[in-house]
């Protein structure tokens, strides 16, 4: 049997920055074990090229939340990562840290070393700020963040319009502040994604204290008493087992980790006992508490032949935007999910915006679906902190089943009225002069929509999950934490969950960042617990 100090499951955000950190020293032989294959798709590096992705099964778990009979009601698609890189192979690229006020919560809640100031040095440590250092950015680290090189009109009208209807400007939203509108920064460098795989793993793959195992699905924990020791997991049909010496490490993710807790004997009794699992350590909370943005797409038809359904749609723009791209990496094919948007308040009385704006350069009426034929344009309106919970649980005592995904979407009131208020709000937006001129017609949800009910209505046939679920194995010091504050499984030893799934609470943006962040500072926490 092969023996490593740390097992690593999962080569995500997480675990690709968890395998560079914990091997740096060279004390250690770290495994880092990933159920989907190496990062060769060539999609996966042109930016654009998510949207091949998304229903590639090849690097992608392709996840369907259940149909249930609450407000949504619906089966959305779940996209997560199942390749080297994880979500941050196949997501929109956009670095978003969150507000210094969701950290402040965490550490309200009772987690000691997760404040602001506490994790702030870990997304400086992470980052390789395009635009240099200063006392929120860091240069020296391993993940690019970019500014775009293509100011695309309609990104600077709809920045302008919000500005003159009396919001702020904000160049920087992971700077003092988050609130208002401005440019995103992406993941990308020299008009290429860069994911958590081409940050953390190109020196670690050169590295004789690291394996890498592609095309391994673990499918247990195997425990002595309640000391966590060896991982089983099944690799071209067949059973392997590999021990580790010190910890093993879930970095699966908001519905892998808590999947393979479960089917390791660590969650809900009641649960484990109906699937003839035989139950390790209870811990209630594995599973509970799934948390994801949840958003409202208000689409445009413009007047003006300047967006991916343009290119899309047309043979000539599209051997033109191909040709822009090898050329100078730049264009359409270079592009994350947005160029810009806005942090904005549903409510003035509110502390801190309530809701998250990208303009999509493109408009499909089904996520993944063609574009329309159309030139069109998709303002989204995110919902940064749902108050709205659900869950994860195995769906079988069958490893390679997925689990049951049930996120609840909408099912509590102020957050289907938020994201009405922010359709209204965007609309106001979008009628000013400078974003205006360039419209044909509000498609969807429509003008003549403005109703309570007629905006519910819509909601649930067209609300979109953002793909952020977070918050299943959440760190905590009550009944339902399921880590602690160094992220270690309680009830249990020589066992950590270092993804999103232990964020206590949401994040106010895009969760790709602060799971990078989470796996530095768990790097730091472990190293030092073996000094």
Known sequence: MDEFDFIIVGAGSAGCTLASRLSENGKYNICLMEAGGKDTNPWI?????????????????????????????????????????????????????????????????????????????????????????????????????????????????????AVEEGFKANNDFNGETQEGFGPYQW????????????????????????????????????????????????????????????????????????????????GPKKLLDSYGVETVHELKGVGENLQDHINAPVIFQLNKPFTVNDVYNNFFRRIGSGLEYILKRKGM?????????????????????????????????????????????????????????????????????????????LSVESDRQKLMDAIRIVRRICENRNFSKYVVQEKYPGIDKDSDD??????????????????????????????DNELKVNGVRSLRVVDASIMPTLVSGNTNAPTIMIA??????????YK
């Open 187 to 266: 993941t990308t460098y020299k008009g290429r994604r860069w994911s958590a795989a081409k940050a953390y793993l190109s020196d670690v793959k050169k590295k004789k204290n690291v394996t890498i195992i592609t095309g391994a699905h673990a499918t247990k924990i195997i425990f002595d008493q309640k000391v966590a020791k060896q991982i089983e997991y099944i690799k071209d049909g067949k059973t392997n087992v590999i021990q580790a010496n010190k910890e093993i490490i879930l970095s699966l993710g908001a519905f892998n980790s808590p999947q393979l807790l479960q089917l390791s004997g660590i």
């Open 45 to 161: 590096h042109v930016p654009i090229g998510y949207a091949k992705l998304f229903t590639n099964k090849n690097v992608n778990w392709l996840y369907q939340t259940k149909n249930d009979d609450g407000w949504v009601r619906r089966s959305m698609a779940a996209p997560r990562g199942k390749v080297l890189g994880g979500s941050s192979s196949i997501n929109g690229m956009i670095y978003i840290r969150g507000q210094k006020e969701d950290y402040n919560h965490w550490r309200q809640l009772g987690n000691t070393g997760w404040s602001y100031d506490d994790i702030l040095p870990y997304f400086k440590k992470a980052e390789i700020q395009e635009r240099g250092e200063n006392e929120f950015h860091g240069t020296s680290g391993n993940l690019h963040v970019s500014d775009h090189k293509d100011n695309h009109p309609l990104a600077k009208a709809y920045v302008d319009a």
């Open 520 to 529: 530095e500072k768990a790097s730091d926490m472990i190293l030092s617990s």
């Open 454 to 483: 007629q905006l519910l209505d819509y909601l649930k046939d067209m609300s979109r999950t953002s793909y952020h679920p977070v918050g299943t194995c959440k760190m905590g010091t009550d009944n339902m934490a399921v880590v």
């Open 333 to 409: 094919l270079s592009m994350g999910v947005a160029y810009a948007g806005g942090f904005f308040k549903t409510n003035e009385t509110f502390e801190t915006p309530d809701i998250q704006s990208l303009v999509l350069m493109f408009s499909t009426t089904a996520i993944g679906g063609a574009p329309h034929k159309y030139p069109g344009v998709t303002v989204v309106c995110t919902l940064l902190r749902p108050e709205s919970r659900g869950y994860v649980k195995i769906s079988s005592p069958d490893p390679l089943s997925p689990p049951e995904i049930a996120p609840n979407y």
